[in-house]
């Protein structure tokens, strides 16, 4: 499945309270802008920050979807200064994961 390129990579899978970043925050944003530089300037901005583990572009209410891990609180407060600061944004607020019920990298085959 490697020479395939079904399997595009391996990885471990770290315990992020014993590396420090507990806290899971689901950020959720909606933006007025949708041309093709504030798209690639969000895509820029997103990889620049190591916090942000997973983005998605979504249908309906919301434009994107974050998944970010972070320490605490004020490191919350200030990834939402740090990304505010990059780019524009119409809306962001987030949602903080209290349990993890279930989380998998596996893809159902």
Same mark, same amino acid.
């Given at each position: 499945?490697?020479?395939?390129? =079904?399997?595009?990579?391996?990885?471990?899978? $770290?315990?992020?309270?014993?590396?420090?970043?507990?806290?899971? *925050?689901?950020?959720?944003?909606? %933006?007025?802008?949708?041309?093709?530089?504030? =798209? @690639?300037?969000?895509? *820029?901005?997103?990889?620049?920050?190591?916090?942000? $583990?997973? *983005?998605?572009?979504? %249908?309906?209410?919301?434009?994107?979807?974050? @998944?970010? @891990?972070? *320490?605490?609180?004020?490191?919350?407060?200030? &990834?939402?200064?740090?990304? %505010?600061? @990059?780019?524009? $944004?119409?809306?962001?607020?987030?949602? &903080?994961?209290?349990?993890?019920?279930?989380?998998? %990298?596996?893809?159902?085959?």
């Amino acid at each position: 499945m490697e020479a395939e390129g =079904i399997i595009k990579g391996r990885v471990a899978l $770290v315990d992020a309270v014993k590396v420090g970043v507990p806290l899971t *925050a689901l950020v959720l944003i909606k %933006t007025s802008k949708h041309d093709a530089d504030w =798209i @690639r300037d969000f895509q *820029a901005v997103l990889a620049a920050m190591p916090e942000v $583990v997973g *983005a998605q572009r979504m %249908t309906g209410d919301l434009d994107y979807v974050l @998944r970010v @891990r972070l *320490a605490d609180m004020p490191a919350y407060d200030d &990834f939402y200064r740090r990304l %505010t600061s @990059r780019i524009s $944004v119409s809306d962001m607020s987030a949602s &903080f994961v209290m349990e993890d019920i279930k989380e998998t %990298t596996a893809v159902p085959l």
